[in-house]
């Protein structure tokens, strides 16, 4: 497969996400200042990583680069783009948690799929990473599908899923209040981190038997879910906002499962029916 016309190695690109999002150890992650636009919380944290990324990705493809920073350079479906969220969970690291992440994923802007990606994890130094039909990893550990039997083994220990919550958590209260209810009724035991992108890691690694969220963004999950899906679980986006069919549709409503079964379970009970794969 090529990029811009390059014949690009995508396991040699997700090897430089991993050396390029090492090279940030030691750095301090730490937001000095912290400003509204909207709803939507930005720091100098999220800023100064744009920023770094933005100078460092070219090296690796030179293609463009779409950023939850800079939303209005609105990508297109052609051609290939990097796709960064420079902090996946900023209220976490402004609440002096662990639990934020760089995210950054290489994307066939026609298939919307994601070709190469890492989450990297800086306060506990954590970087999981995929290439697509190449696997993915946890640090040096390789994460693979669940084994045979894995369904009936959640179900009889402890049925966990995790969720997220829109910035515009009052417009889908009612919805999420409904899927809440189903899901409990079955058993489920719910967790909610803040950052959507650790919270589908840990579907990949089977902490978690699954993760929902509905309007979520491209970017908080183009990276997290190629590492689901190389770690054999199983992925459903939906696009829920309208969008022009020459432009990338940025919001989904999106479910992750460590099996077949449990995405048919929660796709029930949350009312996202009949998956099929990652659009």
Known sequence: MSVMGMSVNFSHIERELDRLLRS????????????????????????????????????????????????????????????????????????????????????????????AGAVYLPKPDVLFKAAHRQGASCDQNALGPAQAGAWQQVKDRQKIVSFGVPKDGPAVARRMSDALRELYAKGWVTRQTGAASIDICRVANGSWSGFFEYGLMFWDFAAACLIAEEAGCSVHAVPSAPHEPDRMPLEYDLIVARTPEIMSEISTAIGLTNPASHE
């Open 24 to 115: 940030l150890r030691g750095t301090v992650f730490e937001p000095a200042a912290v400003t509204r636009a909207g709803s939507n919380v930005q720091t100098d944290l999220d800023q100064r990583t744009d920023d770094f990324l933005r100078r460092s990705l070219r090296s690796i493809a030179d293609v463009p680069v779409m950023s939850e920073e800079r939303p209005q350079e609105y990508f297109g479906r052609s051609g290939h783009c990097w796709i960064v969220d420079p902090i996946d969970g900023t209220l976490n690291a402004i609440a002096g948690t662990d639990d934020f992440a760089i995210c950054v994923s290489l994307v066939d802007a026609a298939s919307l799929r994601s070709l």
